[in-house]
Each structure stands twice: as C-alpha cells, then as structure tokens.
C-alpha cells in the first residue's frame, strides 16, 4: 500500500505547514484551496518557510527548489484522484467535513486513503460522510507542522488494520515521530492539554497572576518549554475554544469547558499569534 502523491485540502495554518512536510520529504503534493486567493496565500506561506530554512541553513537553495517543484495548487477537487492519500485539513465543522470526504469518496480511487487532521472531532462521525468507513484514518499533525515532531495516527473500530499501518509508515516517511492511538474524544494531547491549559486560564483570575508571571511559573517550576498563554497564543485562541467545546460536548467534564477569559478573548478578535493580539502582543 504504497504512497507516492499525496493531497491536501484546506491551505491555511495547518495544511500549508502539512502539505510543506509533504514536498520536503519528497512526496508529489496537491494542495486545494475553495479560491484563487487562498491558493496563492498558501503557496506563500510555504514559500516564506522554506525560504526561512534556507536562511537557516537547514535546507539548501536547491532543496527548496526541488521542494517547491513537487507541490501543485488547485480550486479544483478532482485533481486530487490520482492521490494515494488526502488529508483534509480545513475547518473544525463536522458537517463541512463529512460533505468534503462525501465528495472525495467519489473521486479518489478505492484503494487510497482519506484522513482528517480533526484535532477534536469524531474521527468515525467523519467517515461516515464515506462508502468506505476501513479507508479513514486520523493524523493529526500538531502547529506548527513543519517543526513538532508529533503525529497521532488516529483508528476507528472500522479501519482496516492495513491502512492505519501505512499511516503510520508514512508519518515516519516525514521523519516524525507517530504514536498509535484510538478514535476517543481529543485522542491523546489533547485529551491531557485541553483541560490543564483551561485550569492554567483559570488561575489567572484566581490567583491574580499576570500572564507573563503564569508562563514564568510554568517554564521555570515545571521546565515546560513554552508558558501556557504563550502555547495558546500559538495554537489560536478561538481553536483552543473549539477543541474545549467539542471536548466538553463529548464528556461532560466541567475543567473542559472553555474559561469566560477565552471566549470573551475569541469574540474580540484576540486569537493569539495569527492576529498579533492574544494573551500577548505580536509585530510578527
């Protein structure tokens, strides 16, 4: 079950960063967009990267090159038949996800595989939009995808032991680090991180703590390597939220409940890094 071309729907954050780990380990990568604009917005973002590795003297001026040379971009879905796999990395609504994998269904061949880089949905609710439940499989990539090493390669009851193996092979092709897992709500980081980074909000307020001395305590008392309002800035506020949401949807548990601070925060428009505004303030 070989996977030599590989398509990426939705060239935000996320699918830019994935569909760039693609081309870089060497994979002929597709990469959707619904518009023109968006296209050419992902196709920037992959460029800037790449050209920062350079910079950085991780990747030569030629490697970038050769990267860029295997990456195409389209509006158009059909283009992604000839795809061995497609990971669908476009927005955390399930009624939009199972409508794209509906639409894959018909377009892919039967023997190529469909996975979501869902961080909190369903990963079985998703392939039930499919014909062919034993073909779906989770990898979640975590932000940013270029530069943390962690895929959760995500099963259901329906997947057929083969294709979750290939995932799993192919994550280790991108030289990340995979790890096995099952379709429960918020798989595993996030199952741990969600609630722990919502209680980290929580003390903000009953502590009295400033954001900058929270992170302060956690770097230096825990040797976490990034404070938790600096880690939600980089996730997304708002992505944060909906993960917390999904989370408590599905089990009830009062610590995974989004904190008022951070939905008031997401209906601002303070969603972190993304906006140069979160717990922190961002020129970049």
């Not at 280790?172 to 980074?197: A, H, M, W, Y």
């Not at 003390?203 to 938790?228: F, Y």
Request: charge should be negative; include cysteine; hydrophobic fraction near 45%.
């Amino acid at each position: 079950m070989g996977i030599r071309r590989v398509g990426v729907v939705g060239l935000g954050t996320m699918g830019a960063g994935i569909a760039q780990v693609c081309v870089q380990a060497g994979f002929e990568t597709v990469g959707r967009e619904i518009s023109d604009d968006l296209t050419e917005r992902g196709r920037s973002t992959i460029e800037l990267y790449l050209g920062r590795a350079v910079e950085k003297e991780r990747l030569t001026a030629s490697e970038r090159d050769d990267a860029l040379a295997r990456l195409s971009l389209t509006t158009d879905l059909a283009e992604l038949a000839r795809c061995d796999l497609v990971i669908e990395a476009i927005v955390e609504d399930l009624a939009a996800k199972r409508e794209l994998f509906r639409e894959l269904d018909r377009i892919v061949s039967h023997e190529a595989i469909l996975a979501t880089n869902t961080s909190a949905l369903s990963v079985a609710a998703i392939a039930a939009g499919t014909s062919r439940p034993e073909r779906v499989v989770g990898l979640h990539f975590f932000n940013p995808a270029p530069v943390l090493a962690l895929v959760e390669v995500v099963r259901t009851e329906a997947t057929d032991p083969a294709v979750h193996d290939a995932a799993y092979e192919f994550a280790l092709q991108l030289g990340k680090e995979p790890i096995r897992c099952s379709d429960t709500p918020g798989f595993v980081v996030n199952r741990i991180l969600i609630p722990l980074l919502n209680d980290c909000v929580r003390v903000l307020d009953e502590a009295s703590v400033t954001p900058e001395d929270l992170d302060k305590a956690m770097l230096h008392g825990t040797r976490w390597p990034i404070g938790p309002c600096a880690l939600i800035d980089l996730i997304g506020v708002d992505v944060h939220v909906h993960a917390s949401e999904a989370l408590h949807d599905a089990l009830g548990e009062p610590r995974m409940a989004p904190p008022p601070r951070l939905i008031e925060m997401a209906a601002a428009g303070r969603l972190g890094r993304k906006t140069g505004q979160g717990f922190y303030t961002y020129s970049d």
